[in-house]
């Protein structure tokens, strides 16, 4: 949990908690795992997260860091360019027995690779998933950004995991070359990882998801972008809805690519909205 400063303005965010947001609007109640400082930043994301309906138990406070901060840069395309403030709240999250209670009775964990650059959230998180329930699903969403790009870590935390997802981009890193084929590196990814459920995105060109053997493909659709900030952790929320959900994988897809452009035409990360509204568009 941080606060991104934009160029239109300071706006709450952080992936696990904007995926925490997006699932929430979805109707899957979710806990946003994090710590923010025992400041005036850290006071209003707690304030926003009670705005928006979601709970703070999983939310710590540090006495000895600052709430996070990202400044992001926006191109003239609309993409975003992040230089992340490091020794923050954030990058020491510890967990209490109430949330670790809340994880043995959960279906699902979704957890990323950025949150992952300091040791003691390294533990954290081998202590949370430990804590799952046999059979819950635990959705790895990698975050590659230097120079938090290291891929042997990447691996390591992949091992376990029932889904991963990852840009195209993310995707050729990890398969050690330029190639953009979307399924060919899902199954390179797969096969190494043993991860069996791969969703790869490629921006204004769609996403693709291997579930098992089966490979689908979803097209993007045209988008005034505003920024790109959030556009895929709401997608990944969406993937994670239908995952759970049981939905066929072309209309996981489909909602998922559509919400994800929903919110790149949208200032910041966690726009209000009808899931209704957008999935019709």
Same mark, same amino acid.
């Given at each position: 949990?941080?606060?991104?400063?934009?160029?239109?303005?300071?706006?709450?965010?952080?992936?696990?908690?904007?995926?925490?947001?997006?699932?929430?609007?979805?109707?899957?109640?979710?806990?946003?795992?994090?710590?923010?400082?025992?400041?005036?930043?850290?006071?209003?994301?707690?304030?926003?997260?009670?705005?928006?309906?979601?709970?703070?138990?999983?939310?710590?406070?540090?006495?000895?860091?600052?709430?996070?901060?990202?400044?992001?840069?926006?191109?003239?395309?609309?993409?975003?360019?992040?230089?992340?403030?490091?020794?923050?709240?954030?990058?020491?999250?510890?967990?209490?027995?109430?949330?670790?209670?809340?994880?043995?009775?959960?279906?699902?964990?979704?957890?990323?690779?950025?949150?992952?650059?300091?040791?003691?959230? $390294?533990?954290?998180?081998?202590?949370?998933?430990? @804590?799952?329930? #046999? +059979? *819950?699903?635990?959705?790895? %969403?990698?975050?590659?950004?230097?120079?938090?790009?290291?891929?042997?870590?990447?691996?390591?935390?992949?091992?376990?995991?029932?889904?991963?997802?990852?840009?195209?981009?993310?995707?050729?890193?990890?398969?050690?070359?330029?190639?953009?084929?979307?399924?060919?590196?899902?199954?390179?990814?797969?096969?190494?990882?043993?991860?069996?459920?791969?969703?790869?995105?490629?921006?204004?060109?769609?996403?693709?998801?291997?579930?098992?053997?089966?490979?689908?493909?979803?097209?993007?659709?045209?988008?005034?972008?505003?920024?790109?900030?959030?556009?895929?952790?709401?997608?990944?929320?969406?993937?994670?809805?239908?995952?759970?959900?049981?939905?066929?994988?072309?209309?996981?897809?489909? $909602?998922?690519?559509?919400?994800?452009?929903?919110? @790149?035409?949208? #200032? +910041? *990360?966690?726009?209000?909205? %009808?899931?209704?509204?957008?999935?019709?568009?």
């Amino acid at each position: 949990m941080l606060w991104d400063e934009l160029p239109t303005g300071r706006r709450p965010g952080g992936a696990p908690m904007n995926v925490a947001y997006h699932l929430n609007r979805l109707g899957c109640p979710a806990l946003p795992v994090s710590a923010v400082g025992n400041d005036a930043d850290g006071r209003a994301l707690l304030d926003f997260l009670r705005e928006k309906g979601l709970s703070t138990r999983g939310v710590a406070r540090s006495s000895e860091r600052p709430t996070g901060v990202v400044n992001a840069r926006i191109d003239d395309r609309g993409n975003a360019h992040y230089t992340i403030r490091q020794d923050v709240a954030w990058d020491e999250i510890p967990l209490d027995g109430e949330v670790l209670a809340l994880a043995a009775a959960s279906p699902s964990l979704v957890f990323g690779s950025l949150a992952q650059r300091s040791a003691a959230n $390294r533990e954290s998180l081998a202590r949370l998933r430990a @804590a799952m329930p #046999p +059979g *819950a699903l635990q959705i790895f %969403d990698v975050n590659l950004r230097a120079p938090y790009d290291d891929l042997a870590l990447v691996r390591s935390l992949a091992r376990g995991a029932g889904v991963i997802k990852c840009n195209h981009e993310e995707a050729a890193l990890w398969t050690g070359g330029a190639d953009m084929d979307l399924e060919k590196n899902a199954r390179r990814i797969s096969l190494e990882s043993g991860v069996d459920r791969i969703c790869l995105t490629a921006g204004s060109h769609g996403a693709g998801l291997l579930l098992g053997e089966m490979w689908s493909q979803e097209a993007g659709r045209p988008v005034t972008v505003v920024d790109t900030v959030g556009a895929g952790d709401s997608f990944l929320a969406a993937l994670v809805e239908g995952l759970r959900a049981h939905r066929p994988a072309g209309e996981i897809l489909a $909602r998922a690519c559509r919400l994800g452009e929903y919110v @790149a035409g949208q #200032p +910041g *990360a966690t726009p209000d909205y %009808d899931p209704g509204t957008v999935f019709r568009a």
